[in-house]
Antibody
Framework: QVQLQESGPGLVKPSETLSLTCAVS?????????WGWIRQPPGKGLEWIGS???????YYNPSLKSRVTISVDTSKNQFSVKLSSVTAADTAVYYC???????????WGQGTLVTVSS | DIQMTQSPSSLSASVGDRVTITCQAS??????LNWYQQKPGKAPNLLIY???NLETGVPSRFSGSGSGTDFTFTISSLQPEDIATYYC?????????FGPGTKVDIK
């Protein structure tokens, strides 16, 4: 069973870079599956940030593309997201997720709230 | 981007009732549609993929249908533990997009 766990700062200052890591257990990122990040502002809906396949390209939401980078560290079996120049609008619960089908996520982390505030 | 709409935005029903939620895509997405259940403070839980396939371990009272632009999600007999917000999501085209959600509670 794939298990995911997000970690990172819960508070980020405006204009700085948000950085989160997703630790994966129960499955090797190198073995396959699609891996992604989704966020949810408090009380609002879900927004797909981006995703990658273990041996393929990384895809980003165009609404965030200029500010977001997803990277993977297969030696640690984890992947990360960085979002630059954050504003209050980036305050959200950030989830990492994965699945066998591109864009379909049966496996989720528990989510981590990131607040952008000075 | 493909826009996803859902109706109703919320509903209240009695235990044992049949509950139906509709989801419409702004363009043809074939059957590349998921349904998720999200309870407060929890991550979304995938219930249905490919519009009508039940994810492993999901109770059979949940079902989905449709293709193209119009989709339906049904709970055949509402249970107290089904209180949640339900989201549709398309994965036909990037960026993947979600509907605004339907909040279901008990009357």
């Amino acid at each position: 069973q794939v298990q995911l766990q997000e970690s990172g700062p819960g508070l980020v200052k405006p204009s700085e870079t948000l950085s989160l890591t997703c630790a994966v257990s129960g499955y090797s990122i190198s073995s396959g599956y699609y891996w992604g990040w989704i966020r949810q502002p408090p009380g609002k809906g879900l927004e797909w940030i981006g995703s990658f396949y273990h041996s393929g390209s990384t895809y980003y939401n165009p609404s965030l593309k200029s500010r977001v980078t997803i990277s993977v560290d297969t030696s640690k079996n984890q992947f990360s997201v960085k979002l630059s120049s954050v504003t209050a609008a980036d305050t959200a619960v950030y989830y990492c997720a994965s699945g066998r089908l591109s864009g379909s996520y049966p496996y989720w982390g528990q989510g981590t709230l990131v607040t952008v505030s000075s | 981007d493909i826009q996803m709409t859902q109706s109703p935005s919320s509903l209240s029903a009695s235990v044992g009732d049949r509950v139906t939620i509709t989801c419409q895509a702004s363009q043809d997405i074939s059957n590349y549609l998921n349904w998720y259940q999200q309870k407060p403070g929890k991550a979304p839980n995938l219930l249905i993929y490919d519009a009508s396939n039940l994810e492993t371990g999901v109770p059979s009272r949940f079902s989905g249908s449709g293709s193209g632009t119009d989709f339906t999600f049904t709970i055949s007999s509402l249970q107290p533990e089904d209180i949640a917000t339900y989201y549709c999501q398309q994965y036909d085209s990037l960026p993947f997009t979600f509907g605004p959600g339907t909040k279901v509670d008990i009357k």
